[in-house]
């Protein structure tokens, strides 16, 4: 092959020559590089100084909502504040640096947060047998829900069913049905809370399972949970907790108490490791002894002095990610509940319910509350009141932004009106929660003296209000679809 050369080309704008760094030979190019790959000019690239390189990026991420720089507050998804900490932690080169397939004599370390963080999560469950490996909790619902038909099969026992409430998160249903059960809804009561006369109605020798948010999407505790675990059981079912809201349980109360065969935590959501973007996730599934079994292989055990991965694991559902899981989201999920201890974790979810109770009880003058009462850790407001001016929830969202917060989640539970869904966390100052509660308040005021302003925000982000509707019949999936689009206008 001849000798790679570097040769001096112009670029317009610039004065001079350049070098343009380790270039093939003109001459027989093609022999080296595929001939549609070859340039017929040098590219015009522009030439800036490194603090503005450096300023064009920076900018850039301010322009993403992030929890560093403002309260987000989205109801059921727990965007809590990430410790640097954590970050530090999982940072450190024998975490970082280590590799899949280095040999368990070598991986001791690693092996022992997981280990370790195994037993804390045990111990908050109550519940004696996990798993890290699902990447996150709709895949720990996937894995539960495999498990459960691992399960009856093994019994000879064939379930056709799993039900499902009507304030469920989408993923309950839709894993349902990835596995193969037909989801039946039972409804709420006007409590909130599951109802149970309702419930003893669906539940039949065809149920598998009842998929249960404690609390649920309207933030209320379910205080029959005892005997909808008694109804369940008694069915032959197995009860799943689906643990999208246990940033309001964690050392307050134990799933495996309240009778729940599985329990699922989102480590992005209730243990402080990165959440959306930020990620990966991290999904760990609980579950009680008879259930072990059916966990997803390789399974951590203790050997001697150290730990090491079983396989041999006959009646596992197979493994459902790759390796061992998120192991960085491990690390990071350990140092956060050593940094609290078992009395900070308590103190954690207290202050993210007292948080949640005073900023409802701050709202529900100008909002109406899906339900009276006293919440956990997030709380559903109707813009009904608003929707009668005119003013949607959709449109108090979007003017949030233009104040420099996050919206709360809309639209869900399905089963409110106009819902906003609100989770401040616990990490949000008293102070911050007022921000926010006078901007809502604000914005209130706004839908009956000036509508029009509310409906046509945002006003102050970098990209206006988009056309949804357009959107969703004309999906842009590909750079093509994007060049097509600019032809068409």
Known sequence: MPELTLRERSVPGHRGPRLQPLDVPAEGAEKHLPRERLRAEAPGLPEISEPAAVRHFVNLSVL????????????????????????????????????????????????????????????????PAITTQPAAGAQCELTAILMTRAYHAQRGDAREEVIVPDSAHGTNPSTAAQVGYRSVTIPSGTDGCVDIDALRRAVSKKTAALMLTNPNTLGIFERQVGEIARIVHDAGALLYLDGANLNALVGLASPGAMGFDFAHINLHKTFSTPHGGGG??????????????????????????????????????????????????????????????????????????????????????????????????????????????????????????????????????????????????????????????????????????????VKQAPTKTPVRRLDEARAARKLTLTWRDLEAEGADG
């Open 280 to 453: 990966p996730g991290g999904g760990v599934l609980c579950v009680r002894e008879e259930l072990a079994p059916y966990l997803p292989m390789p399974v951590l055990e203790r050997s001697g002095e150290g730990y090491r991965w079983s396989y041999d694991r006959p009646s596992s559902i197979g493994r459902v990610h790759s390796y061992y899981g998120n192991f960085g989201m491990l690390v990071r999920a350990l140092c956060y509940v050593k940094s609290l201890g078992a009395e900070g974790l308590a103190e954690v979810s207290r202050e993210a319910i007292l948080n949640a109770n005073y900023l409802k009880a701050r709202l529900t003058e100008a909002y109406a509350p899906s339900h009276e009462g006293y919440c956990m850790h997030e709380f559903v407001l109707s813009a009904s009141r608003q929707k009668a001016r005119g003013v949607r929830a959709l449109d108090i969202a979007k003017r949030i932004l233009d104040f420099g917060m996050h919206a709360p989640t809309t639209y869900f539970p399905l089963i409110v009106e106009e819902a906003l869904m609100i989770e401040p966390t616990e990490t949000e100052t008293k102070a911050g929660l007022d921000a926010f509660a006078e901007v809502l308040l604000a914005i209130d005021r706004e839908s009956r003296e000036d509508p029009e302003r």
């Open 64 to 127: 993403n909502h992030h929890i560093d720089k403002a309260i987000y507050p989205l109801g059921s998804c727990t965007m809590k504040y990430n410790p640097k900490l954590n970050d530090e932690m999982a940072q450190m080169p024998g975490f970082a640096a280590i590799h899949p397939f280095q040999p368990e004599e070598l991986s001791q370390g690693a092996l022992a947060v997981i280990g370790e963080l195994h037993e804390w999560l045990k111990a908050i469950m109550g519940m």
